[in-house]
């Protein structure tokens, strides 16, 4: 189990040399362990899908599931665009990206039906997205996924290579399915049942793809309370262990030199007190 937690990440379905030096250098994920810890920041309910016509630009994230009828280039210079027309039965939105035009061309047919997922805008009295989340709708359903979709803090440089939160949390899915033992309890028995913590290999499931708030909460529960139980333990072993090594001097008694010259050279005054009536 631990050779297995100490894999390199390069080896995980999905990732490969290129990719796996990116989160390398950008995230510090190096093993699977790393990968499997690496928690997100929030959490989006993707339960819900809007119609074209329902799109409004005051809308906070949305998805929609349609057809992309074609792609054309506009603009030019750094206004230059990638832009292609989706569509559902409602109606008809722009999808834009200014970036990886070539790989957007290539990865994604017109005809097929697609789950575009990104935060929609305005532009020329027209609904768009810019630089959309797309996944095709048949495949959906052979990677774990849950009501609560998970966001992932990224970088820049990964986003300019296509490693998005979607990304890290396809590839923490293929992580979780390909762990084939349940991972050993961290804490003793009679703590968690104390405080009633869940499992800890519920708890690391949970926190990627959790099945709604209730265990999302336990979930962080579980994983916070055994942050800071661990940092107490460490704590108090650096206590220990100064203890034994550093003896220091015990003063049996202060004399009254001593308690006078702390007196005048501290920079703290004792109160006046009044005197009694």
Do not use: C
């Not at 809007?50 to 929609?64: F, R």
């Not at 104390?194 to 990627?208: D, K």
């Amino acid at each position: 189990m631990q050779d297995f937690l100490d894999t390199n990440i390069t080896y995980l379905p999905g990732v490969g040399p290129k990719k796996a030096e990116l989160l390398n250098n950008e995230l510090n994920i190096f093993t699977y362990r790393d990968l499997l810890y690496y928690f997100p920041y929030k959490y989006i309910d993707r339960t819900r899908f809007y119609s074209i016509a329902e799109l409004d630009p005051d809308l906070p994230y949305v998805q929609v599931k349609g057809f992309i009828m074609g792609y054309s280039v506009e603009g030019r210079g750094t206004g230059k665009r990638l832009v292609a027309d989706f569509r559902d039965e409602t109606g008809t939105i722009k999808l834009v990206w200014f970036k990886g035009t070539r790989w957007i061309t290539g990865s994604y047919t017109p005809g097929v039906e697609y789950i575009v997922f990104g935060k929609p805008g305005v532009f020329n009295g027209m609904i768009n997205i810019i630089h959309p989340e797309i996944e095709a709708s048949s495949k959906v359903s052979e990677r774990l996924s849950s009501a609560l979709q998970a966001q992932y803090s990224t970088t820049e440089k990964l986003k300019n290579h296509f490693v998005t939160s979607r990304t890290i949390s396809k590839l923490t899915g293929n992580l979780l399915k390909k762990m084939n033992f349940r991972l050993p309890e961290t804490l003793p028995e009679y703590i968690t049942s104390n405080y009633r913590l869940i499992e800890l290999q519920q708890a690391l499931h949970s926190i990627h793809f959790p099945s709604g708030p209730d265990i999302l909460e336990k979930a962080r529960y579980r994983l916070k309370f055994e942050e800071l139980f661990y940092i107490q333990l460490n704590l108090i072993r650096f206590k220990s262990n100064r203890s034994r090594k550093f003896k220091g001097f015990v003063f049996s008694s202060i004399g009254r030199i001593l308690t006078v010259s702390i007196i005048i050279t501290s920079p703290f005054r004792l109160p006046k007190l009044r005197k009694r009536l």
